[in-house]
């Protein structure tokens, strides 16, 4: 257990709709790293959250946005959906602003979202 | 930008040596990470190289030429329990989120 929290474990719904996915970083970490794996795909990179702030962006569509609450937990909203956005969405985290001088993030267990 | 290349699969026998290579093309480079997933289960952390050389953590050892722009990561002793996908990351020196490859699949047999 990584001690990163993700939810929902698993959505489907209809193209056109939008949902929220949850995360909860391990407890002390400041950062929330979002990532889209695919099928057989490797894992994108999607944007980056410090300790509320936006730090990077990676490949995120506008119709996705996020964000970092004074908790510290993190929402990705993923609106108009099409049948390409099913994926395994992931969050991870860490304590600093990057992946620090151990290369380590944190992962949780990923939200599976079908868009049918 | 930043890219990562990685052989899409590997197979090998158990007891057996299997190396995964990385080549890399980024831009301020920082340290290369290697992370295991198991059938669409979290990635976790292997193992880290920041400096040229080799990095041993048990049967796992990562290494890096940053003049190469080119890592590997060597598992040995290989067990049933090490089929999985095997990911290498680069991380930049503005210290801002790791870049993944597409993954190496390796398939352990007996």
């Known amino acids: 257990d990584s001690g990163v929290t993700q939810t929902p474990k698993h959505l489907i719904t209809a193209t056109g709709q939008r949902v929220t996915l949850r995360c909860s970083p391990r407890?002390?970490?400041?950062?929330v790293y979002w990532y889209q794996q695919s099928l057989d795909q490797g894992l994108q990179f999607l944007i980056q959250y410090y300790n509320g702030e936006e730090r990077a962006k990676g490949n995120i569509l506008e119709r996705f946005s996020a964000q970092q609450f004074p908790d510290l937990h993190s929402e990705l909203n993923l609106s108009s959906l099409e049948l390409g956005d099913s994926a395994l969405y992931f969050c991870?985290?860490?304590?600093?602003?990057?992946?620090?001088?151990?290369?380590?993030?944190?992962f949780g267990e990923g939200s599976r979202l079908t868009v049918l | 930008g930043q890219s990562l290349e990685q052989p899409s699969e590997v197979t090998a026998v158990e007891g057996a040596i299997v190396q995964i290579n990385c080549t890399y093309q980024?831009?301020?480079?920082?340290?290369l990470s290697w992370y295991q997933q198991h059938d669409g289960g979290a990635p976790t952390f292997l193992s880290y190289n920041a400096l040229d050389g080799l990095e041993e953590t048990g049967r796992f050892s990562s290494f890096l030429s940053r003049s190469d722009s080119y890592g590997y990561l060597l598992l040995q002793e290989l067990q049933m329990k090490d089929s999985a996908s095997y990911f290498c990351?680069?991380?930049?020196?503005?210290?801002?989120?790791?870049?993944f490859g597409k993954g190496t699949t390796l398939s352990v047999s007996s």
């Open positions: 407890s002390g970490d400041l950062s």
């Open positions: 990351a680069a991380s930049n020196q503005a210290g801002t989120a790791l870049i």
């Open positions: 991870a985290s860490s304590v600093g602003s990057g992946p620090s001088n151990t290369g380590e993030l944190f």
């Open positions: 980024t831009s301020g480079f920082y340290g």
